[in-house]
Antibody, heavy 120, light 107 residues
Framework: QVQLQESGPGLVRPSQTLSLTCTVS??????????WSWIRQPAGKGLEWIGR???????NNNPSLKSRVTMSVDTSRNQFSLNMSSVTAADTAVYFC????????????WGQGILVSVSS | DIQMTQSPSSLPASLGDRVTVTCRTS??????LNWYQQKPGKAPKLLIY???SLQSGVPSRFSGSGSGTDFTLTISSLQPEDFATYYC?????????FGQGTRVEIK
């Protein structure tokens, strides 16, 4: 059974870069047919899809986040990562990493989530 | 982006009730619609995909229907573990978008 675990700082200063890593166990980030995704949820609010990264290294981001987001895959460590630049308080949220099936486009496995607060 | 509108936002219900949650999309998405359940402090869990397909391991009291722009999630007989927030999500075109959620709570 594949499991995902987010890691990274819980506090980021405004205008700095948020960096998170997701470690995958019980499966390989190199195996298909999957994409590796990030979703976030501000406290008490709904879910926002941030984007996904492919094993090839390509990615597909939410245009609402403009060019602030970069994602990558490290097959040697079985991890994938999210970087979000120029953060503001509006980026405070629980960040989930997840696996998306590229066959039926469902997010079928999720990490437990990590709370990231943006504050000085 | 495809806009998702769920109703109601809150749904008081009793054990054993038949519960229906509705999701409407801003454009036709065929059956590219998924439903998730989220409990407080936990990650969402996939219940239904492709509008009507039950995810493996999900109890059969959950069902989905609809196509085009109008979709429903039905719980045939509400169980204690079903009190949670439910989200619809479209997988027709990126960026994937979610409904605002429907909280099923104890009446």
């Amino acid at each position: 059974q594949v499991q995902l675990q987010e890691s990274g700082p819980g506090l980021v200063r405004p205008s700095q870069t948020l960096s998170l890593t997701c470690t995958v166990s019980g499966g390989s980030v190199s195996s298909g047919p999957y994409y590796w995704s990030w979703i976030r949820q501000p406290a008490g609010k709904g879910l926002e899809w941030i984007g996904r990264v492919y094993t090839s290294g390509g990615s597909n981001n939410n245009p609402s986040l403009k060019s602030r987001v970069t994602m990558s895959v490290d097959t040697s460590r079985n991890q994938f990562s999210l970087n979000m630049s120029s953060v503001t308080a509006a980026d405070t949220a629980v960040y989930f990493c997840a696996r998306e099936s590229s066959e039926v486009y469902t997010i079928d496995h999720w990490g437990q989530g990590i709370l990231v607060s943006v504050s000085s | 982006d495809i806009q998702m509108t769920q109703s109601p936002s809150s749904l008081p219900a009793s054990l054993g009730d038949r519960v229906t949650v509705t999701c409407r999309t801003s454009q036709s998405i065929s059956t590219y619609l998924n439903w998730y359940q989220q409990k407080p402090g936990k990650a969402p869990k996939l219940l239904i995909y492709d509008a009507t397909s039950l995810q493996s391991g999900v109890p059969s009291r959950f069902s989905g229907s609809g196509s085009g722009t109008d979709f429903t999630l039905t719980i045939s007989s509400l169980q204690p573990e079903d009190f949670a927030t439910y989200y619809c999500q479209q997988s027709f075109s990126t960026p994937w978008t979610f409904g605002q959620g429907t909280r099923v709570e104890i009446k």
